[in-house]
């Protein structure tokens, strides 16, 4: 029998809360896109899940519901909070058993939901992709393009259906190789045969993220967006910008600074909900 939690969440919880949930066992999570925005979280068969007091080491965090289901209803369990939506004023997003196409005037994106991030329905990925809508209206989405921890690569293929060239994702989790690979199947529709990007499953050491680019997308935590900050400085070409996401609003003024102290200069921060992306330009030396 399948086991899922549905969660209310806080969103500074989000992020550790689902870590805790993968040690545990947990097969899948995700948040839903309309209000009141619940979390789930689903448990294999014969997979025990973490004790529920557990959660009482994330501040605001409940436990709704436990529902136990057999095999027959995983599917329909699977697909629940989770429909179609509109991005920004380019794109619609809709999951993959939903056979809906969007509205003419929009990019009509696949995604796999059961995946844990990257579906375009987290706040942070949202902003992302409308920071590269503003970036392709005023010219400047010119590769090449480094997408760092990229997940499914849904700002990637994002960037490429707005006229984005050149580029790469990687992430250093190994299951984020095949997620790219389905993402890219998924939306065949729109790629026509090509190939929307190169993507290797590594860090940014790695000998493939060598620059200079042009662009820059981190939709990770600020922690490792500050940890990672000196080698992106080295990667950015002379006026190349840098969408930084993955930031809690709260959080806003130390993100500013630590980009600005490694030379990236801030040029507009975007806000939904508890969250903040921030688009920067890297300065000359």
Not at 139 to 153: E, M, N, V, Y
Not at 204 to 221: K, T
Not at 223 to 233: H, N, S, V, Y
Request: glycine content about 10%; overall charge negative; proline content about 8%.
């Amino acid at each position: 029998m399948h086991l899922r939690w549905k969660l209310e969440v806080p969103d500074p919880q989000e992020e550790a809360l689902c870590a805790w949930l993968e040690d545990g066992g947990s097969s899948a999570f995700y948040r839903e896109a309309d209000p009141p925005r619940a979390c789930y979280a689903y448990f294999p068969p014969d997979q025990a899940p973490p004790e529920p007091a557990g959660l009482t080491a994330f501040p605001g965090v409940r436990l709704l519901e436990a529902e136990v289901f057999g095999d027959e209803d995983w599917l329909a369990k699977s697909r629940e909070g989770f429909g179609a939506f509109v991005v920004g004023g380019r794109f619609h997003v809709r999951p993959l058993w939903d056979e809906t196409p969007g509205p003419a005037d929009r990019i009509d994106l696949v995604v796999n939901p059961g995946l844990a991030f990257g579906t375009g329905g987290h706040e942070t990925t949202r902003l992302c992709m409308e920071l590269l809508e503003e970036l392709a209206t005023t010219g400047r989405l010119k590769g090449p393009i480094l997408d760092i921890g990229a997940g499914t690569g849904i700002l990637s293929l994002a960037a490429y259906l707005l006229g984005g060239r050149e580029l790469t994702a990687f992430d250093n989790d190994p299951d984020c190789g095949p997620a790219m690979a389905e993402l890219i199947e998924l939306n065949a529709h729109l790629l026509k045969g090509a190939t929307p990007y190169e993507s290797f499953v590594g860090t940014l050491d790695h000998p493939r993220a060598v620059g200079p680019y042009a662009g820059l997308l981190a939709n990770i935590l600020l922690l490792t967006i500050q940890e990672l900050l000196p080698r992106m400085a080295e990667v950015a070409a002379p006026g190349g910008w840098l969408i930084a996401s993955g930031i809690l609003a709260e959080r806003t003024d130390e993100a500013l600074v630590s980009l600005a102290t490694l030379g990236f200069k801030p040029e507009k921060v975007l806000k939904e909900g508890e969250w903040i992306a921030i688009l920067a330009a890297r300065e000359a030396a």
